[in-house]
């Protein structure tokens, strides 16, 4: 059942006075304070127990029945009605007058009993169309389906059922009302069961030729709030009868066939008066063929649902009527939709439905006979009922030429004639349901101007009123010009809205010049040498790992696996710094960047706007709520979510669901030691270096900086910064495809090396792709789909394990990098103070402002990274003396070489040397080889030599001259030593 507008309700609650209703029932009131006191109607009162309330309109009765509230609820106690029903007697202004316990009321009757069906039908249409005026929910429906034209609700004499018609009838128990019912039931209007067949349907009755209504169709309205399996089309019981629009068929000779009503009133609205429809894809009936051929209808075009029932249904009607001598052309929509979809989606719909109007595709065999582009007639018939109007040719004569309309950055001019109407705030408006504009109307040297909502009827009519007054002008005239600004406005806001709507676009054209210079860079045989160099001359010293690091993990951004980065440090290290100086070289539309997120924030970011970019997030914490939401993105390239919002058609609640597409690099700094492990797990973890030689190589250039050499640095750095934004702007989205992947190896002791393995081969990945441009692109054919890729050399993996070395050997360290470094100075105090007092490092206490003195570190840090360095056991607590103090002791005994590295990685030399992997380089014959240098002190051993307990094992390295040794960790007191044969990087 249709709800009640709560305005009307509270309406009803304001204007009806309890105090009247208690007089026309009988009860006389006294004054008792700012209230009336009187007997309570509805029950035996003795003593005066009803309260009646006159300010705020309520009653209440403190006696035996204890009822209570407002009007609405002294009618429903009173008469014995519903709720409903009781709005409806207080709608028709019941008098409510006499006493005595009436426990029906009637309202005035709408249906007459001693006339004909076709007058009952009538009757029932004539209520159900007053229903649908003063029905806010069905006129929001219509203009939700785009059926806004003015006369359409009288001309068709829509109408909205509610379950308000019973209401209408005579009682139930009295011999009309149930003659009444029946008859109603006979007709169809009402069911078996006494509920109104058409309950919360648009109603839309189709007329024969003099004007008796022959069928009713019903279209529910709350299709969403319906249940499962309730009809959303509704006619009544029997065969389909009538023509809906019959005087088409006498003005023109050719007409629009649509599958619904509400299709053909779609293009009724949209200026197309030549439009028919069948009763579904099935109901084309033999009268609707009968009145064809009797009106001489010479072309259909056949305008049914674009779907695959709707096309078959389309060439079976097409033979049945070409049989019959009429042409038949199909409306071809948009693969499965409807006329009244497609009119909502391109507006406006009198040209978008004009055009495939004129597209229709001819249905018959040979070729298409000739069509006329001009109305059918230049003198059209005179419909035979009043009702009757001339149709437009679905091939609509050329428009009339559109007023001038002169549109700036923040208004609109438009002229009519003498008249001259300026519009301000259209960029505002980015709502279809708000066109709230400040309007200067003005004939010659009088004006009016107001600001007003255009889509608001009474302001409008205000402004009209008062724009006629002050130009002189028939309010009539205003009031036409004021219609066709509204429509031009809309078109406007319309494309503007479109356009908001559009993702910008990320390309950026690069002159000849600067694809020259950015392609120099990138083919350069010492690239990554001058990646470095290149951040050097942007004034960012040292941190040669890091850089580099952070660059080809920018690039692997256009991956399907991109990497993601944490740069973690104390606080003023640089890690910002580091972060930016990365940035800086990837291009600003490649990028996006957050000093905070919510935990949501990133579900609701748009389906692409994220795809081959960089999230970077200042400081960790900032994104702490979104960190689920980071982690998702990271392993499952996209995040979903279902969320709950208003539909914007019904403003009802529906279930919506937000996509966002990866992949997307995720780059992070954080200054915090216990950072969320599951995200650490996912992300390479670089330090930035806080060695004292670092700080004084960045005092050096801070005060170069304020030289001459260093105001023209920073002038160069500007095109060193463009150069590398041409050059990734160059770079695309490939598939890196390793040939050399069987052979590679990786530690296996360790669960999370799962992941690091992936960050490993992602990083051999994104050295090969930052090199497209010196490689030729290769296509394999995938499912009949040409897939491009470049493939991987063994310099790629050279220069990736240089790396991996150092930044995931350091991910492997139980320590974090700043607590590893206080370690290393704690041992070089108690090194330094034991050789100076010459005694044993066991025998050797320290404070802890010692060690604050010796590093030079503030009590905060400090304190943090010692407490870890206590519970990891590398430091012992000692109680000090008087028992108020703590002394500490160094337990940690250093290795010969405690620089972080990552063991298992095969040599680059084994690589190469195994003949399963040789690969060429273009020319068959050719090998691989590197195009960089050897470097580095030698490779992970990954082949086991011989194990000793006892001795350290050598073995030649034929790249280096000299012998290497890898010490492994202890097994049972004693050291396993591996010996690495091949000559890689460190």
Known sequence: MARIPDAEVERLKREISVERLAAARGVELKRHGSDLLGLCPFHDDREPSLVVSPEKNLWHCLGACQAGGSPIDWVMRDRGVSFRHAVELLRADLPAAGGGQVKKAALPAVVEGDVEDAEVLRQVVGFYHETLKESPEALEYLAARGLKHPEMIERFQLGYANRTLGYRLPAKTTKAGKEMRERLRRLGVLRKSGHEHFNGSLVVPVFDESGSVVEMYGRKVQGERLRKGTPLHLYLPGPHRGVFNSEALVASTEVILCESLV????????????????????????????????????????????????????????????????????????????????????????KSLGLLLRQAVWMGSGSPPARVSSPVAAVEPEPPAPRAEPAASPLPAPPPPEMPVAVKDQEVVLSIGDRRYRVRGMPKNLAYDVL??????????????????????????????????????????????????????????????????????????????????????????????????????????????????????????????????????????????????????????????YSAMTGQSLFYMGETNLRHKILAIVEEEGAERASYALKLLQSEGELTIASTGKDPSSGKLVTHEYRVEGPVMIFLTTTAIDVDEELLNRCLVLSVDEAREQTRAIHRLQRERRTLEGLLSRTRRDGVVELHRNAQRLLRPLAVVNPFAPELTFLDTQIRTRRDHEKYLTLIDSIALLHQHQRPIQKAEVDGKAVEYVEVLPSDIETANRLAHEVLGRSLDELPPQTRRLLSKIDEMVSAACEALEMDRSDFRFMRREIREFTGWGDTQLRLHLARLVSMEYVLVHQGGRGQSFIYELVYVPEDDDRPRLTGLIGIEDLKSDGTTKRTRGQEGENAGSSRPHSGGFAGGSRVGVESTESEVYAENPGLGRKNTYKGPKVGGNRVVRTSTSSGAS
């Open 436 to 593: 709230k504009v400040n309007v200067l109307a003005s004939s010659g040297d009088r004006f009016h101007v107001d600001t007003l909502d255009l889509y608001a009827a009474r302001p409008r009519a205000i402004f009209q009123k008062a724009a006629a007054s002050e130009l002189g002008l028939d309010e009539e005239v205003i009031k036409k010009d004021l219609g066709k600004v509204l429509l031009k406005l809309e078109e406007l806001q319309d494309a503007q809205i479109q356009a908001a709507l559009e993702p910008e676009s990320d390309s950026v054209e690069l002159s000849e010049a600067e694809k020259a210079s950015a392609l120099e860079l990138l083919k350069a045989p010492d690239l990554l040498d001058r990646i470095l160099v290149d951040f050097e001359r942007c004034g960012v010293v040292g941190e040669e790992t890091n850089k580099l690091m952070g660059y080809l993990a920018a690039t692997s951004r256009l991956l399907e696996r991109p990497l993601a980065v944490v740069v973690q440090s104390s606080s003023s290290a640089g890690k910002s710094a580091l972060m930016e100086s990365v940035l800086a070289l990837i291009p600003s539309e490649q990028q996006v960047k």
């Open 263 to 350: 299709d053909a009133l779609t293009f009724w609205c949209a200026g197309f008066r030549n439009v028919l429809t069948a009763y579904g894809i099935q109901g084309f009936t033999e009268e609707m063929l009968s009145a064809f051929r009797s009106h001489g209808t010479e072309r259909v075009l056949i305008a049914y649902d674009r779907d695959p029932a709707g096309d078959k249904a389309a060439v079976k009607l097409a033979e049945t009527l070409m049989a019959s001598g009429i042409e038949c052309f199909r409306v071809q929509f948009p693969r499965g939709m409807d006329a009244n979809e497609y009119a909502l989606k391109t507006s406006p719909a009198e």
